[in-house]
């Protein structure tokens, strides 16, 4: 397991954009960071937490749920061990606890069960 720690959710307007950060820690090697995937999961209330962006570290592969394509943007900074999610036209949807996860060996990637490594999430608010 590795640490994680969130930051950059605020409240915005529709329309706006927000950039979140995902400081990953408490690796054994270079090697095992770069064997994970590191997803963005947001979770409303009342609501299920499912992956929206993943990015594979070790090669930079990004996926994208259906619901996101285009308005986000999953990037990394591997020097600085942190993982972005830029949010463009947000809308009143997107408002949520937003968590980063990571996991090695991943199946489905936006599903919650194949992380074992979570942050304690930053909170989203998009209202006007």
């Known amino acids: 397991q590795v640490r994680l720690v969130e930051s950059g959710g605020a409240s915005v307007q529709p329309g706006g954009s927000l950039r979140l950060s995902c400081v990953v820690s408490?690796?054994?090697?270079?090697?095992?960071?770069?064997?994970?995937?590191i997803t963005w999961f947001p979770q409303a209330p009342g609501k299920g937490r499912e992956g929206v962006a993943s990015i594979y570290v070790g090669s930079g592969e990004q996926y994208y749920a259906d619901s996101v394509k285009g308005r986000f943007t999953i990037s990394q900074d591997k020097a600085k061990n942190t993982v972005f999610l830029q949010m463009n036209s947000l809308t009143p949807e997107d408002t949520a606890m937003y968590y980063c996860?990571?996991?090695?060996?991943?199946?489905?990637?936006?599903?919650?069960?194949?992380?074992?490594?979570w942050g304690q999430g930053t909170q989203v608010t998009v209202s006007s």
């Open positions: 408490g690796y054994s090697s270079n090697t095992y960071y770069n064997s994970l995937y």
């Open positions: 996860a990571a996991g090695r060996y991943v199946g489905d990637k936006f599903g919650r069960s194949e992380y074992d490594s």
